[in-house]
């Protein structure tokens, strides 16, 4: 499975940015594979953004985007993006998407450790 992103830029604060990530390879589709997004911010720990998963039909944020972010996903398409409005300096970092082949739960889904494949990740930055 290979994960490609885009969408990364800069943008001030208070903007709007989408970045979407493309899977790809045998087997991969959206019915199966769980996508997450997580983000790493220099000096800090890579944090769990959000999470696609459409076999059961859930979506999860963190905290700290719930009503400024949205996930979404297009099966046709095999991508995920993450529509991100509002964005604050704190939203500066590099974006990585991740998926599994299975379903993560709510202790899960911001763990990478649980994620088998990793896209190379794309910058976001906000500036104030």
């Known amino acids: 499975v290979q994960l490609v992103e885009s969408g990364g830029g800069l943008v001030q604060a208070g903007g709007s940015l989408r970045l979407s990530c493309t899977g790809s390879?045998?087997?991969?589709?959206?019915?199966?594979?769980?996508v997450a997004w997580f983000r790493q911010a220099p000096g800090k720990e890579r944090e769990g953004v959000s999470c696609?998963?459409?076999?059961?039909?859930?979506?999860y944020y963190a905290d700290s985007v719930k009503g400024r972010f949205i996930i979404s996903g297009d099966h046709a398409k095999n991508t995920v993006y993450l529509q991100m409005n509002d964005l604050k300096p704190e939203d500066t970092a590099v974006y990585y998407c991740?998926?599994?082949?299975?379903?993560?739960?709510?202790?899960?889904?911001?763990?990478?450790?649980?994620?088998?494949?990793w896209g190379q990740g794309t910058q976001v930055t906000v500036s104030s």
């Open positions: 991740a998926a599994v082949w299975g379903r993560p739960s709510y202790e899960t889904y911001g763990s990478d450790w649980f994620y088998d494949h």
């Open positions: 390879g045998s087997g991969f589709t959206l019915d199966d594979y769980a």
């Open positions: 696609f998963s459409d076999s059961d039909d859930m979506i």
